[in-house]
């Protein structure tokens, strides 16, 4: 088992940034794809942004390239989700989730965090 817990979500107004992080333990030698998805009120659950543990590859939604980068540190087993340039439409909880397989969605990922809230306010 893998468990997630992520940190770093909060209130921020439009145009500011926040940098969400996700700490994983346990069996995490399994981990390949590690990565944030997020859901707004009345939606359903959406790919944000991936990593793959070893080749660093990344990917990303086309709503928030060039304003959220997705990264690493191996050593402490944990992502990051830098966020710039937030907009209302932002507004979600975003789970951290960790897949044993090389894949961006949501069914295939293995284990999920429980999610911190993002709020952009206009």
């Known amino acids: 088992q893998v468990q997630l817990v992520e940190s770093g979500g909060g209130l921020v107004q439009a145009g500011g940034s926040l940098r969400l992080s996700c700490a994983a333990s346990g069996r995490t030698f399994s981990i390949i794809t590690m990565g944030w998805f997020r859901q707004a009120p009345g939606k359903e659950r959406e790919f944000v942004a991936t990593i793959r543990w070893s080749s660093g590859s990344t990917y990303y939604t086309d709503s928030v390239k060039g304003r959220f980068t997705i990264s690493k540190d191996n050593a402490k087993n944990t992502v990051f989700l830098q966020m710039n340039s937030l907009n209302p439409e932002d507004t979600a909880v975003y789970f951290c989730?960790?897949?044993?397989?090389?894949?961006?969605?949501?069914?295939?990922?293995?284990?999920w965090g429980k999610g911190t809230l993002v709020t952009v306010s206009s």
């Open positions: 989730a960790a897949s044993r397989g090389f894949t961006n969605s949501a069914s295939g990922m293995n284990y």
